[in-house]
């Protein structure tokens, strides 16, 4: 135990930011007992307060981090709870970036009885999200993980106080502790194999067979932990919850839930799975295992894939398109961790990072543009609202045509480059397995063609619908300009994706 | 030179982004419109000028060997790694897409003269979609690094499926999704197949991490004289890449049974749409299977290629003339005569030798030239009349001379008339097949006889017999200076190229021969285009 406190002791300095963050956060939920009150324009003004406070959180560590790097010590310690290594020199910034996006989004839809709890969850949730990428050791990395879940439940639950979100939240929290028991009943197995919490020791430990531990318990192990995160990514058959949550709750949380535990799930996975698990330096008695976990992960991408795509065909909400869509991304991306091995140009790490942040961006792009429109009484739901909205509403008809077809790959878009790295990886592990399931991706692609055109479709070659109307720039500068910046992004990564694979360079090769 | 290129295929670029901020004024609009694309044709006739038949630094053996290059680094990958993966911006021009880019530059100045009057809603967006495409077409044939071939080439849908979508017949969002997703289906194929060739070249030459086509084509070629166990290795992978870039290509082209989308997508386009989609769009297909196929895969494409793609070009020659001949609507009828003219295209690209690539490479120019023309005259003629129906038409003759000069002369020169371009495309392709397969040859020559037959029947219907009393025909009016700019240099360039071939073939003569050469112990220069009887007999009247 002291050992164990004691490797958090010696990252204080690497998660110093996190740490600051929760402070903030918790200030907020205090302070949001006194600002429940009062009238509507002191609720107004409190709205605000607390948007400014989250803005701090979110955008202050994202300056130190860009400028400065992170406070930790320049060499980490091995057995450090949290490390600030290349994985998490990219995704540090990439969450608090992706936590201001959030940040804007909810700021439209912001809840006007517990705003500072509703952002302070965020916090939490971006604080979480950061410590998963830095998260060195089982505990710390499963700690990191809940840290990221229970503040998703309570923002659940603030978002709608209807029978529908209530639904949502409940199948939320359910299946997510379930998974997570999975996660921990993984990473025990995963302890006795390797004799410590600390990845690097047991990493250290599976090169060096010690004869005592059957690669059995690995594959068990293994197993167990695919499953658990399987939740948080979307993957098919943990994906039951993703549409009728989409649906039940607000837009922004939606946003939330189709970006942050998919960066936290497979943020996790390449730290377990991939970087442990399917090392090319396995001890001869494990070696069976990188085939086996290739394997199960391959499975799962053509399962996830294949079925995400096809019942988004089928799907009239966009909400349910988004989460079923997100579900075959999860795939795509599946596809990338599939295929050990550090030494190939890009990796499997690589090519998976380039695509999560991508999808990230486009993701939230996508939702952000339907906040940009509302029908009468009602938020967004249907496809069939986005009639028209290349006449009506030209900006957020340009934005949502960008955000589909880069979901769908087609240059000139980043989402071209990000399926093409995936194609890359698949090949040239040399398995006929792994290319087949690079045939499957661009099939899946293309079916995945026809539900994102369809929305194009509705929105330009349709007549327009009446009762649809955009909230005006000037009402929601912040808004217009996330979205902006998310679309230039996309764009620009096309035209210069070296930007983002000068990043991701160091990635897994340590 | 190179920046010549890169003006002329961003040159559109600009003139869409300057559409849109004047959308609030349709006639700046449309002058902004021919202004660009009149540049753009200016530009790429100055690349013509310029253009150096026998480049004086070609080395012997090369496959490839583009002019007025221009290499750029796009996506570099390098960490770990001691050879990068290496994605460069690299345009050039040679001998086989020089009269494509010409084509294109030609064709889009005539489809923004019909769209004139013909597209009043959202004028704006349509021309800034229709220069939007122009810049893709361009992209496609000066790309000489892979993925920015199939860059340029998928994206050429996008502006492609909303020129349908908005601007199209009755049933345009229907053809506006379908040819998006079928093309898409297979063009993602034809990737993972790029991706794998060069991943194998890779495989066996760790020094080549490169996406440059000629780089590949030399590499491969050497690598295919080396040991036996290395040519097992190729026979295997060409074997799948070919079937991977045929996925993409045939449905481009469209051979036949991929052909589904194409009457569609052509009768339910804008004029312009059609225009472009007939006169350029189906050469990225043909023009991929000769940029990529016949150089990077050339044992499948002679063991495997030869037999389908020669086999379904038959069917399509005679499947696609067969329909047009019952068609009853004129635009269904060009679009039909459209698969049966790709047909000659393609015996002729998978002739192998150097009369059949001579053959196909014009046969796309002239199908490009013919063909598009057809589609503005159906869609002058649709203006006027509201209708496409035969029914509706009949003795036009008498009350549109200048009209019905260019349909026949067209039309004739559509059907292979000797002295007109097609002619020469044709023939040459069959020769070519004829040397390879006489089979297919003799059958597919049968579709000519067709082709006569259907086109002919269809100056029958519109034009001639007595004069028809029917109210739509009575205040006809015929074509406007406007709509014979649109048509004469095309008219003139069909002329041009049926009596005086030589410069044509010339030009694409060293490109043709060293793909032809791949294929052929003996040296390239024993096989001389201009030795073909035919073609001496023609110039010498």
Known sequence: ?510 | MGSVLLAMILLPLVGAVFVLVMAKRPDVVRWTAIVTSLAALALSLVVLANFQTTSPDRLADEVMSPQMTLQANWLEFNVGAEHPIKIEAYLGIDGLSLWLVVLTTLLVVSSVLVSWTAVTDRVAQFYAWLLVLETGLLGVFCAFDLILFYVFFEFTLIPLFFLIGIWGGSRREYAAGKFFIYTLTGSLLSLVGLIALVLAVNHNNPDVFTFSIPQLAQEIRTQMAGPEEMRAFWRITQFWVFIALFAGFAIKVPLFPFHTWLPLAHVEAPTAGSVLLAGVLLKLGSYGFLRLALPLVPHAVATVGVPLVAILSVIGILYGAFCALTQTDMKKLVAYSSVSHLGFCMLGLFALNAEGIAGGTLQMINHGLSTGALFLLVGMLYERLHSRQFDDMGGLAGRLPIFAFFLVFISLSSMGLPGLNGFIGEVLSLIGMFKLHPVYAVIGAGGIVLGAWYLLSMLQSTLFGPKRDIPAHHHLTDLNGREVAALAPIAILCLVIGVFPRPFLNTMKPEVDAIAAIYQQQPATARNVMAIPAIAKLESR
């Open chain 1, 1 to 510: 135990v002291e050992a164990a406190l004691q490797s958090v002791f010696d990252s204080a300095w690497t998660i110093a930011p996190e740490l600051v963050m929760v402070g903030i956060a918790t200030l907020l939920v205090l302070m949001g007992s006194y600002l429940a009150m009062g009238t509507a324009s002191e609720r107004h003004a409190a709205g605000r307060l607390c948007t400014f406070i989250s803005l701090i959180a979110l955008g202050v560590p994202l300056v130190w981090l860009v400028a400065w790097g992170s406070p930790g010590p320049a060499e980490p310690l091995a057995n450090a709870a949290f490390i600030d290594d290349p994985l998490a020199r990219i995704i540090q910034p990439a969450s608090l970036v992706v936590g201001l996006i959030i940040l804007v989004l909810m700021r439209q839809r912001l809840n006007e009885k517990y705003p500072a709890e509703h952002l302070a969850c965020l916090v939490f949730i971006i604080a979480g999200l950061n410590l998963v990428a830095s998260a060195n050791d089982l505990i710390a990395l499963f700690v990191s993980l809940e840290l990221v879940s229970i503040p998703t439940y309570i923002l659940l639950y603030l978002a709608r106080p209807d029978a529908r979100a209530m639904e949502a939240t409940v199948k939320y929290f359910l299946l997510s502790v379930f998974s997570s028991a999975f996660l921990l009943y993984g990473m025990s197995f995963l302890m006795g194999s390797g004799g410590s919490t600390n990845l690097a020791v047991v990493s250290e430990s599976l090169r060096q067979a010690t004869g005592m531990v059957s690669v059995g318990m690995l594959q068990v192990a293994l197993v167990l932990v695919v499953a658990g995160l399987g939740f948080r990514i979307a993957s098919v058959p943990f994906h039951f919850y993703a549409p009728d949550v989409f649906q039940g709750t607000t837009m922004p949380a939606a946003a939330l839930l189709a970006v942050v535990p998919k960066i936290a799930g497979f943020v996790a996975l390449l730290r377990l799975v991939w970087s442990v698990m399917l090392e090319s330096q396995l001890a001869p008695d494990f070696a069976s295992l990188g085939t086996y976990g290739a394997a199960v992960l391959a499975g799962l991408a053509l399962l996830t894939m294949t079925v995400g795509n096809v019942l988004a065909l089928l799907q009239t909400s966009i909400r349910r398109l988004l989460a079923y869509s997100s579900v075959a991304h999860a795939g795509y991306m599946l596809v990338g961790l599939a295929v050990p091995g550090a030494n190939l140009v890009p990796n499997g790490a690589q090519a998976v990072l380039f695509y999560l942040l991508v999808y990230s961006i486009m993701t939230l792009g996508a939702f952000g543009v339907l906040l940009m429109i509302k029908k009468q009484n009602r938020s967004i739901d249907l496809v069939s609202d986005v009639d028209g909205l290349g006449s009506t509403h030209p900006f957020a008809a340009v934005l949502l045509a960008v955000f589909m077809f880069g979901l769908t790959g087609l240059p000139p878009t980043a989402g071209f480059w990000g399926k093409f790295n995936l194609f890359v990886v698949a090949w040239s592990s040399g398995s006929l397995t792994m290319r087949l399931l690079a045939v499957c991706l661009a099939v899946n692609a293309a079916i995945a063609a026809w539900y994102y055109l369809r929305l194009v479709k509705y929105a330009y070659l349709n007549a327009p619908a009446n009762d649809v109307s955009a909230v005006p720039g000037r009402q929601a500068p912040a808004l217009y300009g996330a979205m902006g910046l998310c679309a230039v992004a996309a764009l620009g990564i096309f035209f210069f994706p070296n930007v983002l694979m000068s990043l991701l360079g160091g990635l897994g090769l340590g």
